[in-house]
């Protein structure tokens, strides 16, 4: 029998349980079922394309359990089966920069992304980077220089790191190769990124990042895998922080996939239009 966690994530079906409707199904802008039967995979890229934005679209991604944990001993790996891989790789391959907590890059051990041949030359053709940069976002530059996230990587990362970081470690970091750029606010990643021409951005967390951009009013979309497993524990929820933000959102789908997991799009309300 095949281990499920082991499944290839390509032979994953996903169902529409709530999306909006395709061309063919019916007029532009409504919700209507999908089609009976398993989404294609241009079906399934079209549901996560970023909204037609004239300006930076901050798109943050998570896998929890059904009980919201976002971790299992510290790591996201626990939780991830195989239709999480293909969602969570389709959405580097849609990314131009992917951003990322200190945090999440020393727990994770973090290199830099990797995008098949095809999704690279259809990124290039349409002017896009070849491969999404990772943009690791901390206040403290307490990063090791020897990090995998400066060396295994096609691409050197960006580092974001506040004014007051310690300039020593930060002139280490530079010799890494890495960009750095002195981040004043969470609320100025999406800015600095745009002047980079870097306007589809997805944020893979962690909580404390999270916590941040919302209490910014940073965040305009939420993708969601819920993970049909439950951990208990005191892991924490995906965002964190010292206040309660709420930030109503709009559903913009719901998909099932055939490994039992569950995989929603948010919008947060926030006054910015997806076009
Ligand atoms: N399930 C999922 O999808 C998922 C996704 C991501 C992460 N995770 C889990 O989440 C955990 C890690 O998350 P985390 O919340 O500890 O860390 P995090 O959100 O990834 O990173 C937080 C970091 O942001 C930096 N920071 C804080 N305030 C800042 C400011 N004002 N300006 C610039 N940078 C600032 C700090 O970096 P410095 O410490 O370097 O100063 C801080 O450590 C791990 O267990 C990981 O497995 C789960």
Redesign the pocket.
Known sequence: MIDPVHRDSNAIQFTALDAPAAEQDGPAGGHAPSPVGPLSSGRLAALYAYPESRGPWMRV????SVDGA??VD???GG?GGPGDRRVFGLLRSLADVIV?????????NYGGARIPAEDRRRRVAAGRPEIPRIAV???????DPSHRVFHDTAVAPLL???AD?EAARVRTLAGTGAEIVT?P??ADIAPILADRGLTRILC?????????LLAAGAVDELCLTVAPVLIGGN??R?A?GPASTPAPLTRRHLLAGDDGALFTRWTVAQGRDER
């Open positions: 991604n998570f896998i929890t976002v971790a510290g790591r996201s939780l990322v907590g200190a945090g999440t890059v020393r727990a994770e976002v901390s206040a403290s530059a307490r990063i974001l790191v506040s970081a981040l606010d969470v893979e967390g962690g909580p404390n990042l999270t916590g941040r892991a924490p995906m964190v």
